[in-house]
């Protein structure tokens, strides 16, 4: 994979296979209005996270969906020389949407793609290698990412949620049911998965600590709705991840299309409940 500078992405290279990660990581989560947000897109696992190499050219959508609905255009500020902030004008809650295409590799060789599969519950190419007699195969796919992050602007609780709660076109997309952000907090963070626009069972969700990223904190299965439930964490900063595949038929460059997605958000340490 070809490094480039994306924001204030580093040059560096990642293990394929190793690091499957990939998320949007503000400077903050809560921030006043006006203020000037770092980004950067991480991935990785465990402490051998780092910013990712990403290419800018990969990069397809990048929004911040806020209280008025309408999607800003965050792609400009991916500045291909130096270092450039987001800044938002209206309080409330914000949506940060990545969405990248899919002409990354991964190609693994059989022992070390099945444990891979296995970790990450991609039950498809599983069933698939199985039922073909392929599992001694090496296994190669093509993926894709699909990052959400949820950023506080202003006070919590006193604008639209809407854009928190509601789907918003990813390929694959976690949908949370409630605002972490609202007030009061809510007990539980229960998050839809959506996949090509319907809700997928049986995809694996991780929810992990962000200051730790050493083995998910709990691990859900979703259920017939697509609905996988966890306690609400009460502070820190937090990623909730599931990745899914499908078999290509007769595809001449892979054969699995895969992809990883993931949602982050964090609480202020001065607000913590």
């Not at 290419?55 to 450039?84: E, M, Q, Y």
Request: proline share 8%.
């Amino acid at each position: 994979m070809r490094a480039a500078l994306l924001l204030l992405i580093g040059i560096c290279v990642v293990r394929v296979g190793s690091a499957h990660e990939f998320w949007i990581q503000p400077g903050q989560f809560w921030i006043a209005q006006r203020t000037a947000l770092p980004l950067t897109l991480q991935v990785g696992d465990g402490f051998e996270r780092q910013r990712s190499p990403i290419p800018l050219h990969r990069i397809t959508r990048f929004d911040a969906i806020g209280p008025a609905g309408a999607p800003i255009d965050v792609r400009p500020s991916l500045a291909a020389t130096v270092k450039r902030d987001v800044m938002f004008d209206m309080p409330g809650s914000y949506m940060l949407i990545l969405e990248t295409d899919d002409r990354a590799y991964s190609r693994q060789p059989a022992e070390r793609f099945n444990a891979y599969l296995e970790a990450e519950g991609l039950t498809p190419a599983l069933e698939h290698r199985t039922r073909t007699h392929q599992m001694h195969v090496e296994g190669f796919e093509r993926y894709s990412r699909a990052a959400k992050s949820i950023v506080l602007v202003g006070a919590p609780g006193l604008q639209s949620q809407a854009q928190i709660t509601r789907p918003l076109g990813l390929q694959l997309e976690i949908v949370p049911a409630v605002d972490p952000y609202s007030e009061p907090r809510p007990a539980s963070l229960p998050v839809r998965i959506l996949y090509d626009g319907r809700v997928l069972p049986g995809a694996l969700v991780k929810l992990i600590d962000l200051e730790q990223h050493i083995e998910p904190v709990d691990a859900r299965r979703s259920d017939s709705m697509g609905l996988a439930r966890f306690a609400m964490p009460r502070s820190g900063t937090w990623l909730v991840s599931v990745v899914w595949t499908k078999p290509l038929v007769n595809s001449p460059d892979a054969d699995f299309e895969t992809i990883f997605a993931s949602l982050t958000f964090g609480f202020s340490p001065s607000r913590m409940r």
